[in-house]
Every structure is written in structure tokens, then in C-alpha cells.
């Protein structure tokens, strides 16, 4: 089955610097990655996402980029800000119907 | 995306006792929903695949007979947890996939065994 891997597990970062939380994963047909932002106790919310066909998308403050073939992404936020703080996952899945597989998740911290 | 409805939010119950939790699919006829299960300062990790009209699909170390699974509509799955124990406690929550506009999850369920 899919495994997917994440790193940092924690990330404390100045407020207006960058942060990036780098993922991997293990099933090549693994076609569709979404990035999700989760507060305590609350559901996961997704933030963006990309799919294979694509090597790279940009919302704003926060990008995500593909590399098929290493089986790596990464989610870039820059500018960041206290409300930033949260835990992030990633995630793998085939197509958007079947089973999503989470990554272990990064504790994000932005100090002001 | 899809509206995903989960209650309760939060249970309360004695060891030994079952707990039903509901998911529902407000706008989106789903034939797959899927339950996780969270425990504190960890990801979320698939507990069971729910197939409208046939039986769940379990992962590997996740006990079918106590964690029963019921999605006998288009709109609605629930998970029961049976013989609760303390170590049953945890966050569980249910996603909905819809292919092109990903996935939507319930709010999610915080289960206490006392």
C-alpha cells in the first residue's frame, strides 16, 4: 500500500519568513495530493492541492510543487503569520475517490 | 466540494457500552465514504473503506467485529463502536471523495470511554 512520508515534524519559523514541510511518497500511481491545514480538535481543511499532471500550483501565499519522478512535494508558505500556525498533512491518493493516505503531519509555529 | 454532516461531536460513555456515530453526505450521492480514526498529536489513519450497499473494507489490524460499519443509503454511513473500551478513545472522523473536487470531511466525533 501507499506510505507516505513528512518532515518536518515540527517547523517554528519568525513571522513574514517561509516555511516549507516536504513530503514523499511510495505508489506511482498515486495521482493526486492535497495539503491539509488542521487545528486542534477540528476537521483537516484542505489548503491546496495538485495533481500529476501538473508540476506545480500557486494560491496566493502558499504553493505546492511535483516531482513525479523523485516521488517528492513540498508545500511552500511564504509570508507567514501567527494565524499560520496549525499542523499540516500532506497526502496521496488515486483519482480523488479511493483512500487517502495521510503523511505524519508537521506542527507548524509562527512566532510573531 | 460536498457538505459532510457528523454527529455527535463529542460522546461520552462507559466501558463496555456501544456508540453509534453518523456521517451524512448533505449534496453529494456517495457510494464511498471512508473513517479515520485520530489519536492525540497524530495523523489521521484509515480505519475502513464504507461501500454503499455492501460490506465495509477494513485495514489491516482494525477489528471488523468492533467496529462495525453500515452504509445502507447513498447519504449516510455510520461507524458503532462496540464493547467501547478506555483505549477506544480518540478523535473519529469521516471523508467523503468526490474525484475532481477532492475530498470533504465531517467534523468529526471525540470519543471518551470512561
Known amino acids: 500500500g501507499e506510505n507516505v512520508e513528512q518532515h518536518p515534524s515540527t517547523l517554528s519559523v519568525q513571522e513574514g519568513d517561509s516555511a516549507v514541510i516536504k513530503c514523499t511518497y511510495s505508489?506511482?500511481?498515486?495521482?493526486?495530493f492535497p495539503w491539509y491545514k488542521q487545528e486542534l480538535g477540528k476537521r483537516p481543511q484542505l489548503i491546496i492541492d495538485?495533481?500529476?499532471?501538473?508540476g506545480e500550483k500557486k494560491d496566493q501565499r502558499i504553493a505546492v510543487t511535483l516531482n513525479k519522478t523523485a516521488k517528492h512535494f513540498s508545500l511552500h508558505i511564504t509570508e507567514t503569520q501567527p494565524e499560520d500556525s496549525a499542523v499540516y498533512f500532506c497526502?496521496?491518493?488515486?483519482?480523488?475517490?479511493?483512500?487517502?493516505?495521510f503523511g505524519t503531519g508537521t506542527k507548524l509555529q509562527v512566532i510573531p | 466540494g460536498a457538505v459532510v454532516s457528523q454527529h455527535p461531536s463529542r460522546v461520552i460513555c462507559k466501558s463496555g457500552t456501544s456508540v453509534k456515530i453518523e456521517c451524512r453526505s448533505l449534496d453529494f450521492q456517495a457510494t464511498t465514504m471512508f473513517w479515520y480514526r485520530q489519536f492525540p498529536k497524530q495523523s489521521l489513519m484509515l480505519m475502513a473503506t464504507?461501500?454503499?450497499?455492501?460490506?465495509?473494507?477494513?485495514e489491516q489490524g482494525v477489528e471488523k467485529d468492533k467496529f462495525l460499519i453500515n452504509h445502507a443509503s447513498l447519504t449516510l454511513s455510520t461507524l458503532t463502536v462496540t464493547s467501547a473500551h478506555p483505549e477506544d478513545s480518540s478523535f473519529y472522523i469521516c471523508?467523503?471523495?468526490?474525484?475532481?473536487?477532492?475530498?470533504?470531511f465531517g467534523s468529526g466525533t471525540r470519543l471518551t470511554v470512561v
Open positions: 471523508s467523503v471523495g468526490q474525484g475532481a473536487e477532492g475530498y470533504t
Open positions: 497526502a496521496a491518493s488515486i483519482g480523488g475517490y479511493q483512500k487517502v493516505t
Open positions: 464504507s461501500n454503499e450497499g455492501s460490506k465495509a473494507t477494513y
Open positions: 495538485i495533481r500529476s499532471n501538473v
Open positions: 505508489d506511482s500511481a498515486s495521482n493526486y
